[in-house]
């Protein structure tokens, strides 16, 4: 929507990782090194782990698109909390291997198979395992079970692990000293600093065609301040502020304008009349991101959820008179009743004394 706009070729913050537009930041630079020092090595196992959004899956996939594929057979899967027999049913899904039987032997069988076919066309398999913090440990020692299958003294599969933190406890179990052992190399990513948020930013609009300097240099610090400097909130929150300056038709964003968009993500109602504490403009410059993150966040919904509760209790105490009301005219009913039926007595005693 907002890409012709601004002169873009393409949407600079979707979600969706772009081997195209990897930005290499220290981190990623680092992890990316270790992956690469490990796929030189042809065996062990690396191990990249980071919070969520910090690009595990950008790295993975820029490493992907590097490799030859006449000397590198590799393929990747997605895990969910998978038991070991069914680690092996995927693997043997990914690199499409027929089996006649489904258990775990003729898994196994397929797989030392396939990997002895590749070796001797002088090529081998390489396994990376996404959200890997979801293996049980039980599936874990499957794959260093794995990395055994060997010829003439070479490994016949590698495998690179990729998960969020949890992954680093489940590794440090006592259980997994062995896997422990065959880790060649593992790194962490964390969040960007400023000045790696600002360059991010900066590097996507450019490689989707857009101006460098399309926003305020002040504007950096509140962006960061908000997303964490986590990459996948950046691309959430740049998204929503190019749709915003698109629609407010702004060539060039200030502070002013990307408090606007996160108060709006926060729940706030971003109105266009002016609010009593927003920043004014020509203090913009000024605004501490820290002073955004403070502000409270209103719930949209609370206003509703008042005016609900008060017409439920106006419903509830209206059904309670109206019991309180009926409970009096069955009262007054059955007194009458009482009264008619002593009279009634009462003259048929007079009529039988006569």
């Not at 775990?104 to 002088?122: H, N, V």
């Not at 020509?282 to 949209?300: K, L, T």
Request: charged share 20%; with cysteine; glycine share 4%.
């Amino acid at each position: 929507m907002y890409e012709a706009y601004y002169g873009l070729k393409d949407r600079p913050f979707q979600l969706t990782p772009n081997p195209q537009w990897f930005f290499a930041s220290k981190l990623h630079k680092r992890a990316l090194a270790y992956l690469q020092y490990g796929l030189s090595q042809g065996e062990g196992f690396i191990v990249i782990t980071g919070d969520v959004g910090t690009g595990k899956t950008t790295i993975a996939n820029q490493l992907l698109a590097k490799l030859d594929p006449h000397q590198i057979i590799a393929r990747q899967i997605v895990t969910s909390k998978l038991n070991p027999d069914d680690l092996l049913r995927m693997i043997c899904s990914v690199f499409q291997l027929q089996v006649k039987e489904h258990n775990k032997a003729t898994y196994l069988e397929a797989i030392s198979a396939y990997l002895q076919a590749l070796a001797q066309q002088k090529k081998r398999a390489l396994l990376l395992v996404d959200e890997a913090q979801n293996l049980p440990l039980e599936s874990i020692e499957e794959l260093r079970m794995l990395s055994n299958f060997q010829l003439a003294g070479k490994p016949l599969l590698q495998s690179f692990l990729l998960g969020q933190n949890e992954l680093n406890a489940v590794i440090q179990s006592p259980h997994m000293e062995q896997f422990r052992q065959r880790i060649i190399a593992s790194s962490n990513l964390s969040a960007l600093s400023v000045e790696d948020c600002q360059a991010y930013i900066e590097y996507r609009i450019q490689a989707a065609g857009g101006p460098a300097a399309l926003l305020d240099n002040a504007c950096f610090a509140m962006i960061h301040q908000f997303s964490s400097g986590i990459p996948r909130k950046i691309n959430n929150l740049m998204d929503r502020v190019l749709l915003y300056g698109f629609l407010e038709e702004i060539k060039t964003f200030t502070p002013h304008d990307v408090q606007q968009v996160i108060q709006e993500i926060s729940g706030e109602v971003a109105n266009h009349t002016p609010v009593n504490n927003q920043v004014p403009v020509a203090a913009a410059q000024h605004v501490e991101a820290s002073a955004i993150a403070e502000q409270p966040v209103a719930n949209p919904y609370h206003a509703m959820l008042t005016e609900l509760s008060g017409l439920l209790d106006n419903s509830l105490q209206h059904k309670i008179r109206m019991a309180q009301q009926l409970d009096e005219l069955l009262t007054q009913q059955q007194q009458q009743v009482l009264k008619q039926n002593q009279h009634l007595n009462q003259d048929e005693v007079d009529n039988k004394n006569s």
